[in-house]
């Protein structure tokens, strides 16, 4: 089974371009996170998606973030424009439909960005 | 107040010694608590989930709930050089079961000294 890949893994952008990630899901996971871990900081959840919808995004930091899930499948997350502090690690998490350890969340290895 | 905080470490085991990680956390109607590692540069990895007080043991590793307390903590017993890594305690915050939207902690590195 193919785990939850990211792409590309590493990003060097300057400040006010733009900058979209990918992430696709194990097959057949129907709910989708974004996470983002800033230097030092703990990791942070961004968004979650079931399918195509999203359920919480509570966690986006402003409206230079757009998330999508178009067909339920892979996602994207695009920030437009960048500023320095979005740097940062942002990893894509998946996991079925469900509760607690029947659904643990899968991890990718993270796209690592730098806005310099 | 950090919602999850740990300790960051580094935290140095010789081989063959139980390593003790603990976690607080601020939420006391959370009720899912999970120990993630993460290897350098990959990505954070499920290795328990605990949901109700007391210890829950799978293989060389238990982990320890007191809400009363708000402490959850894992043991690695028999420590291996394989599990120097950095060790992330989440917490769903409110009162649902499940790992919809984890609160983690900064993590403890750990390192096992052969």
């Known amino acids: 089974e193919a785990g939850v890949t990211q792409f590309p893994s590493h990003s060097v952008i300057e400040k006010g371009q733009t900058v979209t990630l990918r992430c696709d899901p194990i097959?057949?996971?129907?709910?989708l996170y974004w996470y983002r871990r800033v230097m030092g900081k703990e990791i942070k959840f961004l968004l979650h998606?079931?399918?195509?919808?999203?359920?919480?995004e509570s966690g986006m930091p402003n409206n230079r973030f757009l998330a999508e899930r178009t067909g339920g499948t892979y996602s994207t997350l695009k920030v437009q424009p960048a500023e320095l502090e979005d740097s940062g690690v942002y990893f894509c998490?998946?996991?079925?439909?469900?509760?607690?350890?029947?659904?643990?969340?899968?991890f990718g290895n993270g796209t690592r960005l730098t806005v310099t | 107040q950090k919602e999850v905080e740990q300790n960051s470490g580094p935290l140095s085991v010789p081989e063959g010694a139980i390593a003790s990680l603990n976690c607080t956390y601020s939420?006391?109607?959370?009720?899912?608590f999970f120990w993630y590692r993460q290897y350098s540069g990959k990505s954070p990895e499920l290795i328990m989930s605990?949901?109700?007080?007391g210890d829950k043991e799978d293989g060389r590793f238990t982990a320890q709930l007191n809400k009363a307390s708000q402490y959850v903590s894992l043991l690695i017993r028999d420590s291996q050089p394989s599990d120097s890594a950095t060790y992330l305690c989440?917490?769903?915050?409110?009162?649902?079961?499940?790992?919809?939207?984890?609160?983690f902690g900064t993590g403890t590195r750990l390192t096992i000294i052969p």
């Open positions: 605990i949901y109700s007080n």
């Open positions: 939420d006391r109607v959370s009720q899912s």
């Open positions: 097959s057949g996971h129907d709910n």
């Open positions: 998490a998946s996991s079925q439909l469900g509760s607690g350890s029947n659904s643990p969340l899968h």
């Open positions: 989440a917490v769903n915050p409110g009162k649902d079961f499940g790992n919809e939207k984890l609160t």
């Open positions: 998606f079931v399918k195509e919808s999203k359920q919480d």
